[in-house]
């Protein structure tokens, strides 16, 4: 039998093509040869109806999940960018769109949780379940690496598997009966979460906002800092400092404003700290460097981004005994109690690293890691500015941060990936305030930042 194939590109969408499996056919030919015991008419492919599901159970979807709008941000780069591959497979592309590390975790940290695995085949240094918390001298660790004199404990310290878990096992905490505030842009992770734990109205499509959500816009016009007298009460505000994706660090004026603005409200701060090593100025590390933020502040940080721990997962959440619920309940107390359900402690093999990333050795060798970052920056800072851009952040942050004004921010990403097979972040993705900025990441191999900076100014000098 022979099936001829009359499918014209033109009938097939770009969203559509990638259930097409590849024919396969040789160059020219049009038909191919299938063995079959019968002869067939000439047929053409309609689209196959769904198959009816033969049973489903009587359990209701979570109404909150319906709420969520398309993907996440970043899987949903990554769907781009493996469309985009398909439609160009020999591109070289170039990502500085997820901040994913790239440089090697240094050796002195890789060599002690190799140590540790090693310990583990031997009956003396075997251990099972750890402490929930995270092990005694991580946490020690901890304290007095990042909060020597500022009255934090390492009973005040939980280590996880790192900065975004922690995030929702706050989410858990707080419950569904709270109102929340984010940076407007902020990390994504903040407001889905939110929404998930059924904090929140339904999606505004004409603003670009979920309902009970208050967002404080941070604009160039106010250096990135909320007018918090415009700001309305909720229980909780969630803050990152060096912001992700605008890079801006508060001031220790700001930062005292937020705590004294928490305060008059009776609100939880909830400080994300995950950049403070690449701050390199005065401003504060943490919200506990502000007089009285332990009574209204929680702090979460990671070890990803200062010594490539992206992939072995390591943070840790400051939750101070002093801080309380409105009826006088320790929230530490809560807090271990949601850690102790949910989690089993964070791998002993990345505790073992995360140990050694605070050594005297480590901590070198991270500042030298993130030197180099740092200096990605500043190609990208510099290759923007010549042409013309207005470029915020990089400067206490591994994010620049570019405005485009006139643009859509997903219009520019497209543009970008189109034309330069490099990818990047569109600014709309952190909420409605990043319309028209596009992050890019510093986080790549020098020989790659290089190269799409030049792509950089061969599309954009024209």
């Known amino acids: 039998m022979t099936l001829t194939h009359q499918l014209s590109s033109s009938m097939l969408s770009s969203s559509s093509s990638s259930f097409f499996a590849p024919l396969n056919l040789h160059p020219g030919t049009r038909n191919a040869s299938l063995p079959v015991t019968k002869r067939v008419s000439t047929c053409k492919c309609v689209a196959t109806p769904q198959e009816q599901i033969a049973y489903k159970t009587n359990v209701s979807r979570n109404s909150n999940m319906s709420k969520l709008q398309a993907g996440y941000l970043f899987p949903e780069i990554a769907r781009r960018r493996g469309a985009h591959l398909q439609k160009y497979p020999d591109a070289q592309i ?91 842009p902020s990390y994504p992770a903040y407001v889905d979460s939110g929404v998930i734990m059924g904090q929140t109205g339904q999606f505004n499509t004409d603003v670009q906002k979920y309902g009970n959500i208050e967002y404080m816009r941070c604009n160039p016009e106010n250096g990135f800092f909320p007018d918090l007298s415009s700001v309305g009460r909720t229980d909780v505000i969630f803050f990152c400092s060096p912001n992700n994706p605008t890079g801006a660090s508060a001031t220790r004026e700001q930062l005292t404003q937020l705590v004294q603005f928490a305060k008059k409200n009776g609100s939880i701060i909830v400080y994300d700290s995950a950049y403070a090593m690449y701050i390199s100025d005065d401003n504060p590390r943490s ?128 543009e970008i990936l189109e034309k330069t097979h490099v990818v990047t972040t569109p600014g709309s993705g952190f909420g409605p305030g990043g319309e028209g900025f596009v992050r890019v990441s510093a986080f790549g191999h020098r020989e790659n930042i290089l190269e799409a900076c030049r792509r950089f100014k061969q599309l954009l000098s024209k």
């Not at 905490?173 to 505030?181: C, D, E, M, R």
């Open 94 to 184: 170039i990502s500085l769109g997820i901040g994913d590390t790239t440089e090697p975790i240094p050796e002195v940290i890789t060599a002690a949780m190799a140590k540790r695995a090693y310990d583990l085949s031997t009956l003396e240094g075997y251990s099972g379940y750890g402490a929930e918390q995270g092990e005694k001298p991580l946490r020690a660790a901890i304290a007095k690496t990042y909060y020597s004199g500022l009255g934090i404990g390492e009973e005040d310290i939980f280590v996880s598997d790192g900065a975004k878990c922690d995030i929702s096992r706050l989410q858990i905490l707080f419950g569904s009966n709270i109102t929340i505030a984010v940076q407007d």
């Open 287 to 414: 919200i506990f460097e502000i007089p009285g933020a332990e009574e209204v502040a929680i702090e979460t940080s990671s070890f990803s981004k200062y010594a490539g721990f992206t992939g072995v997962r390591l943070g840790w959440t400051v939750v101070p005994k002093q801080l309380l619920f409105s009826d006088g309940f320790p929230v530490a107390k809560d807090f271990n109690r949601i850690v102790c359900t949910c989690f089993n402690g964070a791998s002993n093999l990345s505790q073992a690293g995360g140990l050694a990333c605070l050594s005297p050795e480590g901590l070198e060798a991270m500042q030298k890691v993130i030197g180099f970052y740092k200096e990605n920056t500043e190609i990208i800072i510099e290759t923007f500015t010549s042409l013309g851009y207005s470029v915020y952040g990089g400067r206490n942050a591994p994010y620049v941060w570019v405005h485009f004004p006139g643009r859509s921010s997903w219009d520019m990403f497209a």
